[in-house]
């Protein structure tokens, strides 16, 4: 089964950071961990939490105002316990 990785690019989230390049910086990390074959990534319009975002959803759980930064710890912490699972 893969982990399911959804990016916001609504438009608060987009022009706080988030959106595209936050996506980007995502898949780059995945990459680098040479897992992106585990790995369903797409993006979202909105998910209707503006005021929390940048805004990232991974196998239904959302994480809140996820900037570039916070990529490395994110991909870590969540995404590769989901993959060794």
């Not at 987009?14 to 990390?29: K, V």
Request: with cysteine; glycine share 10%; aromatic share 4%.
């Amino acid at each position: 089964m893969k982990v399911k990785v959804q990016i916001c690019t609504g438009m608060f989230c987009s022009m706080d950071g988030g959106g595209n390049p936050l996506g980007r910086a995502i898949q780059q990390a995945l990459t680098d961990a040479g897992v992106m074959e585990h790995i369903e990534m797409w993006s979202t319009h909105c998910m209707g939490t503006c005021e929390s975002g940048p805004c990232v959803r991974i196998n239904g759980e959302k994480f809140y105002h996820i900037h570039q930064e916070d990529v490395p710890q994110l991909v870590r912490e969540e995404i590769l316990p989901l993959i060794e699972a």
